[in-house]
C-alpha cells in the first residue's frame, strides 16, 4: 500500500503532464467547491485520437496526481475510447482506498474530461 501513496506523492511533486498546450482542440476547466481544487484539461487533437495533453491545477496530492496519471492514460488513444473511461478506472491507476471526501478531489480530473468532450462532442461531429 505504501508503494501507491509514493506514486501519488511522485506524481504530484513531479507531474509528467503539467502545462499548457498551444492552440488546443479542448479546454475545460472545472472546480470542487467543496476543497477548492482546480483542474484544467487542454488536449490537441488529430484524427479523432488524442495527439497530446496536459493538466494545469492546484489543490491536493489526489486530485493533481489523478490528474497526472488520468493524462498518461488517455495519451495516444481514440476519442470513443476515452469516453468509456470508468470512476473504476481512475481509482484503479491510484491504487488506494479513498474516503468518500478524497473520493470526489480523485474524481474531479475525469468529470473536468468529460466535461470537455461533451463540450467538444457539441461543437463538432466527431
Not at 43 to 52: A, M, P, R, S, W
Not at 87 to 115: F, M, S, V, Y
Request: proline letters at 3%; aromatic letters at 6%.
Amino acid at each position: 500500500m505504501n508503494i501507491y501513496r509514493e506514486n501519488i506523492l511522485e506524481h504530484y511533486k513531479n507531474p509528467e503532464n503539467l502545462g499548457v498546450l498551444l492552440k488546443p482542440d479542448i479546454q475545460v476547466k472545472e472546480f470542487n467547491a467543496l476543497c477548492g481544487d482546480e483542474i484544467q484539461i487542454e488536449i490537441k487533437l488529430e484524427k479523432n485520437k488524442i495527439k497530446d495533453a496536459k493538466f494545469i491545477g492546484k489543490g491536493c496530492a489526489i486530485s493533481q496526481a489523478s490528474a497526472d496519471l488520468l493524462i498518461n492514460h488517455i495519451k495516444g488513444k481514440k476519442l470513443n475510447d476515452i469516453k468509456k473511461i470508468t470512476q473504476e478506472d481512475l481509482l484503479d491507476l491510484l491504487g488506494i482506498k479513498l474516503t468518500p471526501t478524497r473520493l470526489n478531489c480523485a474524481l474531479l480530473p475525469l468529470l473536468t474530461l468529460n466535461k470537455g468532450l461533451k463540450e467538444y462532442e457539441k461543437w463538432t461531429n466527431y
